[in-house]
């Protein structure tokens, strides 16, 4: 039997003690070889043309040429899949979410200290794994609040609907993964103003989800925030679970309340969409509004299939838009996906679903 060809990662940081904790972290994996590593995109630009790697693990700050720079011009000439690994600071992530932007698969706070080497090898592996198998795809988000999407064939502008339209038991939870970030940038500002509470869970590191929420906020013509514990979750906005606290939901009175917990990783993720999920299944049942966005593993499917027993409306994202079919994939296979759907439709059959049950 041929062994499977490992994914050759190529490590870019200027500390050595990084680069050394990098390279320990992912070569622990045996679907993974650590080809080498750059002290600075220089240094990189010629690896990468001697070592081909196939993903690229890429800090942000560094000399000669800051990491995202780099990234812009990798992404132009030579586009390879990229992971950035970086300190996530309130200016660090805004300069990570910049990085998304520009064309990075996924986000990850530089190694601290604060997980033990086997924790930070799991999630280190499983970002570049998810790296390894993404697809870029080409979407146009919108870019300031107050305008409307951006020209697509697929994808109308939509009216607000006014208070009091939907049942307070009504709830749209989105979970998400690998090319999540991107996928909700597009999405959620193609919804409009006055739906049912928005209940996100984007496997993210902590901080980089405050940053998110904030630049979704920015592009959504309903406000969206970082959740809080214990918050009354309110019709026409979004709130995003923060990065290392699961996020599920408790009753209160008609509707929700957030419970943000630091239990146990689920799928080697905190948060995890199976808790959101699950807990969503126990409360909101049918009232429930369920997304599955592209993201690599199999959060999200069990309780995609649980909250469908219970008569939610479940969509999971097609093939075709994903950066990476693994979640969608996974619920698709338990069958417990009632549409699928590539992301340019997605709006749009979310709101049909939501208006159809209100007749």
């Known amino acids: 039997m041929i062994p ?32 080498g590593g750059a002290i600075d995109p220089y240094q990189a630009r010629e690896k990468i043309m001697e070592l081909e790697p196939d993903v690229i693990t890429l800090d942000l700050e560094m000399p000669r040429m ?54 930070m090898a799991n999630i280190l592996a499983y970002h570049v794994k998810g790296a390894a198998r993404s697809r870029r795809k080409a979407l146009t988000p919108r870019t300031e609040k107050d305008t409307k999407p951006a020209a697509s064939p697929t994808v109308e502008p939509h009216k607000a609907f006014p208070p009091g339209k939907f049942s307070p038991r009504k709830i749209i939870v989105i979970g998400s993964s690998t090319g999540g970030v991107e996928a909700l940038r597009y999405l959620l500002p193609r919804l409009p103003a006055g739906l049912p509470p928005i209940v996100v869970v984007q496997h993210i590191p902590a901080n980089f989800s405050r940053i998110m929420a904030q630049h979704l906020d920015e592009l959504c013509p309903f406000p969206v925030h970082e959740a809080k514990d214990g918050e009354e979750l309110r019709s026409g906005s979004c709130v995003v679970a923060p990065g290392d606290y699961h996020l599920s939901l408790v009753s209160h009175g008609m509707g929700y309340k957030v419970r943000l917990v630091q239990s146990p990783p689920v799928h080697h993720c905190r948060p995890a969409v199976d808790v959101l999920f699950r807990s969503a299944a126990q409360l909101a049942g049918s009232h429930a509004t369920v997304v599955l966005l592209t993201g690599m593993g199999v959060d999200g499917a069990a309780g995609m299939k649980a909250l469908q027993a219970t008569g939610a409306d479940t969509f999971a994202e097609a093939e075709e838009s994903c950066i990476v079919f693994g979640m969608p994939q996974a619920a698709i296979k338990l069958g417990a996906a009632n549409h699928i759907v590539p992301l340019p439709k997605m709006a749009q059959a979310i709101l049909e679903s939501l208006t159809e049950k209100i007749r």
């Open 66 to 119: 800051d990491g995202l720079t780099f990234l812009k011009i990798l992404q132009e000439h030579h586009p390879i899949p990229v992971v950035v690994v970086s300190s996530l600071t309130q200016a660090g992530s805004a300069k990570a979410m910049e990085a998304i932007k520009a064309g990075a698969i996924d986000v990850l706070g530089k190694p601290d200290g604060s997980r033990s080497i086997g924790e």
């Open 4 to 35: 499977a060809k490992k994914i050759r990662v190529l490590v870019v940081d200027d500390s050595a003690l990084a680069r050394r904790a990098i390279t320990d972290a992912l070569n622990r994996d045996p679907e993974i070889e650590v080809v």
